[in-house]
């Protein structure tokens, strides 16, 4: 059990916003703007922000000193002043993404404008609290030391995730009883930026999923979005108006530990009803050897009488806790993913909807279901993007620290 907190959850109103604060916002607005346009000019940048010509100028003139931006050729012949036109830099920034899986560990290096520059994935039984940390930290320093000399000084930090709470369900993965209290002891960002020397954030593992799926998804992005991604367990996250729901301990959205009914009728966690480990117990107990590797690489057709009840069972269990969920926060879209081939994730995705057309309609809507656009990465993508994120975009007050836009 938590211990309750000293400070009342109403005192950060009373903090004020300083002169340095006004002008990181104005900063960020400017920067979202050139993200969402490329190659918008500085006369629209100063239209949608609403910031004055001398105001955008200098702004746009100190991104570009900073390697943030950059632009591109003066375009004349149209009504009015030339305008100059701006994109992100490529090289300008970067963030290192790393997932701390059930049964793998995913690093990856991603640049300021969203695109992976390199990646590494390796197994494991379950995760070691006394190996994982220097692993994560020798293939960190592979991937940074790969950039040029004169970039490597850009790396905003590392976005890590992992499950909120390891917990029981480590016991499933056959790990020996002493690491669920070992994890327990372990802050993971802090931990992480003792051995890899980088600034870490750390973001429960379905979060980061959500985060990665409403970066993915074409504008206008849904003010409402439940990510679901099927894994060893499932993760779960929610963003709403363009922010998180991360509670106050950062697993306020944990839809995996959603209570649904199995086909008997009886209650059964998501993880233990929806997840890749449910279908691995379904084989052995059909006769079959247990998977092992990468999901993307199992052979699904040997599987088939296995993965057809399973399907089956995922998608019942699955359209409960969307519809739980939808009763809790308005989402207007609920993407699908996981660690899975396209074609058995599409299958998912298909009996997901069938069942989820069968249950009565109570709810003012129902949200649309859709197949995650993700990818099998989204895990990792989504704890780098969102580093970069709270660095360069965010607007929320609380992440105004001029210190760190040195």
Wanted: zero cysteines; aromatic letters at 6%.
């Amino acid at each position: 059990m938590r211990d309750l907190p000293d400070q009342d959850v109403f005192e950060p109103i009373v903090r004020g916003i300083t002169q340095s604060g006004v002008r990181l916002a104005n900063e960020r607005a400017v920067l979202t703007l050139i993200a969402g346009i490329p190659g918008v000019s500085n006369a629209d940048i100063a239209r949608r922000s609403g910031l004055g010509p001398q105001t955008t100028a200098r702004i746009l003139a100190d991104l570009e000193t900073r390697h943030l931006i950059t632009r591109g050729e003066v375009l004349r012949g149209r009504r009015g002043q030339p305008a100059t036109p701006y994109q992100l830099n490529p090289q300008g920034g970067y963030s290192v993404g790393v997932e701390i899986g059930w049964q793998h560990v995913e690093i990856l290096l991603q640049n300021i404008a969203g695109q992976p520059i390199a990646a590494t994935r390796r197994f494991h039984d379950y995760p070691n609290p006394e190996t994982v940390f220097t692993e994560i930290a020798a293939d960190v320093e592979a991937l940074v030391s790969n950039l040029p000399d004169d970039q490597r000084g850009r790396v905003a930090g590392v976005g890590v995730t992992s499950p909120g709470n390891f917990g029981p369900l480590l016991a499933h993965v056959g790990a020996p009883p002493y690491t669920i209290d070992a994890w327990a002891e372990i802050d993971v960002g802090p931990r992480l930026t003792q051995e890899t020397g980088l600034p870490a954030l750390w973001v429960n593992d379905g979060s980061a999923a959500a985060w990665r799926e409403i970066t993915a998804h074409p504008a206008p992005r849904p003010k409402g979005l439940a990510s679901f991604f099927v894994g060893t367990f499932v993760g779960g996250g929610v963003v709403s108006e363009g922010a998180l729901v991360e509670g106050p301990y950062g697993n306020g959205a944990d839809l995996g530990a959603i209570v649904v009914h199995d086909r008997a009728g009886k209650p059964a966690y998501l993880h233990l009803a929806a997840s890749l480990h449910a279908l691995v117990l379904k084989a052995i107990d059909a006769g079959y050897a247990a998977p092992v590797g990468s999901p993307r690489k199992w052979d699904w057709a040997a599987l088939a009488p296995v993965v057809t009840q399973w399907l089956d069972d995922a998608g019942h269990a699955l359209a409960q806790a969307i519809l739980s969920t939808t009763a809790m926060t308005e989402v207007d879209i609920v993407a699908l993913n996981g660690d899975l081939p396209e074609s058995i994730l599409s299958r998912l995705v298909e009996s997901t909807s069938i069942h989820l057309a069968q249950f009565p309609v109570l709810l003012a809507h129902r949200p649309r279901l859709t197949t995650g656009l993700g990818g099998p990465s989204a895990v990792a993508l989504g704890a780098a993007q969102l580093l970069l994120f709270r660095r360069h975009f965010s607007r929320a007050w609380e992440l105004f620290d001029p210190a760190q836009e040195k």
